[in-house]
Every structure is written in structure tokens, then in C-alpha cells.
């Protein structure tokens, strides 16, 4: 390999520049002060998978009921997540993490039983995010400059063969189960695909550089999609694929996500150090909640009250409590944590460090840090497989 595409250059050059727009600006992290600790204790080509392996069957299909209430929340829609209890169309799969490693196309493999690397293979060009399929049946790497994706089964722990999607930088699911949604971020494009068939029923023009990250509705009616070179939060109708609104953030939005009874939306923010607080109704930024530099990624506690938020530039992370939208923890991590993942039992957050070259395996009752696992180099988008939940909405193992 000669070097990167140049649009790989372009998104080095962006990082850097954030990286010293950043460090000259001085943030303030706000914390509450907070008696609970952490968790509650309680590559080869081969041919696609056939549809009947991708469609879940009729019995196993998760009920789309809104979720009971959970923690007095009205309603919440990661009830599904906030128990140890796996679906039973997982039961029996071994729990492994899955890393992608952005430079040298490859996935590393780590037993959180170990903590080693236990198998290491070759994917596509640019792998990004690995996302588990709405059925929770495959695990998907998206190789975004081969605009493939590797299908993984995660009852083996090894590729099973490649798909032709564009531009796989963030994949998707509709609530719905109906519609894959691939992010196409250089081609600032939302393909949606029939996944059963990976055929292309629809695409939306993003009008703005940077398409990123997303969350649906609780009802999965619309989604709020970052534009990180942009600065702006786009609003999308799902039935219709359209665009209905556009909201000004300024900086640089990454990960987004929904509140767990629907209200409002966060919005990580690069640039500005911390969260927005969004209506998604009225397109309107009610608050901002400091976190710290490089505000970039979000993982919801296994109890569904907290909400992690990765700081890549501080080197820390903080813990934002749901019902209050303050600051309660911020956990000095080291690393540059980027994407997260929480263990089934919540009492491990699994982060991969962007330009470290690591994944750091973190206590979530006392912040500290308590493995540091070297792999590839600019590992970034891992999951934890299997997780609880009724179905995935995609990006790295997001679940309701």
C-alpha cells in the first residue's frame, strides 16, 4: 500500500486541526456531586450470506411493543438493555470484543475472559465500525475505501464473507427491523438497503461535509444525524427519506443520542467540549453540558440512568446522569477513548484508544483503569458481543 486515499489524508488533516483548535481553548468540566459509584452490581472474498441466512425467523423476531418503564422513566426506550438477561437468539454465543483497526485493515479479536487477542485476521480498506445486525445474528465491519462489508458470525468469531455496500463509515437500523441505513460519509449520501436482499431502496443527498453519527425517535419516526465539518444536526423523516430540518450546533457533532424516554437528544461535540442538549421537535439547543476536550463518543450505562461520554483529546471520560443532565463523574482514563462499549454485566466499559493503539478496559464503579490491550493501530469502532437488548439499531452495538 503506497499511502492513503485523499480522503483519508483530509480526514488526518481535520483530526489535527482539531486537535490544536482544541487544545487552545480552555474547557470547564462541571461535575455534581454524586453518592452512587459506577454500575449498579445488580479477509477473504466470499460468496454473500443467502437472504434466508440474514431474515430472522418469524418466533425469534423481538416484539416492537414500547418498552416497559424503568427507573421511574416514562417511557424508556432501553428497558431492553437494563437487565444481565441476553435474548435467546444469543444464548450460547461466546462473549468476545471485536476490534477494528482503521490502518492496517484488520480486526483483533480480545476474550474479556483473557484479555489477549485470540484471532486476528484481514478485512477491506478503512475498516470503521463493527455493527451487529438488527437480528443479532451477524456482526458487519465496515471497510469504508473498499465500500464493503466483511459479515462475521459471531458463533465462530471469523469472517464468512464480503457484501458491496458504499462507503460503509457508520452502519444502521432502522427500529423497524425494515431498513439498513449506510452512512456514506464521503459521499455525503444515506443509502437505505433492504438488508435482507442488500439492495438499494432509497438515498438522501447530505448537504452539509461530514455525515457521522445517528439516533431514531423513540417511536423511530425520524433520526437526528451529525454532520461533524459542518457543525450542523439534520433531521430526517424515515418513512419518507427526506430531510425536514437543520439545526446549527457550530464545531464538530459526533455521536448522537437519544434520551431513554424520548424527550431530547445528545449530541457530542469535538470542537466545543461536551454535549448539546437538543428538542428535536422545535430543532432547538436547550443547554450544553461541559464534559471536556474532544468530546467525541456515547455509550449507555447497563442501568439506563447514566450516559458515558468518551473526552479523546482530555484523555478522560464523563458520566452524565439522565434525569438531571449534569455531570457526576469524569474518569482520567488516559488513551484518547473514542468508541465504547459496556460489558453484558456493566461493570466493565471496554473503550478503544484512537492514536493510542489500545483498548483500555475501565471499572465503571471507581473510573479506574484496569487493562490496557494493545492492537492494531487506530483501532476505533469495537463492540462486545453479545449484548442485551430486543434488536440493534447498528453503529457499534447500539440496542433497544
Not at 431492553?80 to 435467546?88: K, M
Not at 484481514?122 to 471497510?143: C, E, F, K, M, S
Not at 464493503?148 to 462507503?167: C, L, M, N, W, Y
Not at 459521499?187 to 442488500?198: A, E, K, P
Request: proline fraction near 8%.
Amino acid at each position: 500500500m503506497t499511502g492513503p486515499p485523499s480522503y483519508a489524508r483530509r480526514r488526518l488533516v481535520a483530526g489535527l486541526a482539531l486537535l490544536l483548535l482544541a487544545a487552545t481553548t480552555t474547557f470547564v468540566l462541571r461535575e455534581a456531586d454524586d453518592a452512587e459509584g459506577g454500575e449498579a452490581s445488580a479477509g477473504v472474498t466470499s460468496p454473500s450470506p443467502s437472504v434466508s441466512g440474514e431474515r430472522p425467523a418469524p418466533s425469534s423476531s423481538p416484539s416492537l411493543a414500547p418498552s416497559a418503564p424503568a427507573h421511574g422513566l416514562q417511557p424508556n426506550v432501553y428497558a431492553a438493555i437494563a437487565t444481565h438477561r441476553l435474548s435467546p437468539s444469543v444464548r450460547g454465543i461466546r462473549p468476545l470484543v471485536y476490534v477494528p483497526n482503521n490502518t492496517p485493515n484488520t480486526v483483533d479479536v480480545i476474550d474479556p475472559k483473557t484479555f489477549k487477542v485470540i484471532p486476528h485476521y484481514d478485512v477491506g480498506y478503512g475498516p470503521q465500525h463493527i455493527t451487529p445486525a438488527w437480528n443479532l445474528q451477524r456482526l458487519y465491519v465496515g471497510n469504508t475505501y473498499s465500500n464493503t462489508v466483511t459479515v462475521i458470525d459471531p458463533r465462530t468469531g471469523r469472517p464468512t464473507g464480503t457484501i458491496h455496500v458504499f462507503d460503509t463509515y457508520n452502519l444502521y437500523f432502522t427500529p423497524d427491523g425494515t431498513r439498513a441505513i449506510d452512512v456514506a460519509e464521503r459521499m455525503n449520501t444515506l443509502y437505505f438497503y433492504d438488508w435482507h436482499t442488500w439492495k438499494v431502496v432509497g438515498q438522501i443527498h447530505i448537504p452539509w461535509p461530514g455525515a457521522d453519527h445517528l439516533d431514531f425517535s423513540a417511536d423511530g419516526r425520524f433520526l437526528l444525524l451529525s454532520t461533524e465539518y459542518a457543525g450542523r444536526l439534520v433531521k430526517i423523516d424515515v418513512p419518507s427519506m427526506k430531510i425536514t430540518r437543520a439545526l446549527d450546533l457550530g464545531g464538530s457533532p459526533v455521536d448522537v443520542k437519544v434520551a431513554p424516554d424520548g424527550s431530547v437528544f445528545f449530541v457530542a461535540n469535538q470542537v466545543r467540549g461536551g454535549v448539546s442538549v437538543v428538542d428535536p421537535e422545535r430543532m432547538k439547543e436547550l443547554g450544553f453540558i461541559p464534559t471536556g476536550r474532544g468530546a467525541h463518543g456515547f455509550c449507555v450505562a447497563r442501568d439506563a440512568r447514566r450516559l458515558y461520554v468518551s473526552n479523546r483529546l482530555a484523555g478522560t471520560i464523563s458520566v452524565i446522569r439522565f434525569t438531571t443532565r449534569t455531570v457526576v463523574h469524569t474518569w482520567n482514563v488516559g488513551g484518547s477513548p473514542d468508541m465504547m462499549q459496556v460489558s453484558p454485566d456493566g461493570r466493565e466499559l471496554w473503550v478503544s484508544n484512537r492514536f493510542d493503539g489500545t483498548v483500555s478496559v475501565i471499572d465503571t464503579r471507581s473510573g479506574k483503569v484496569l487493562h490496557v490491550i494493545r492492537v492494531g493501530a487506530s483501532p476505533h469502532g469495537l463492540t462486545y458481543f453479545p449484548q442485551p437488548g430486543r434488536f440493534s439499531i447498528g453503529h457499534n452495538g447500539v440496542y433497544r
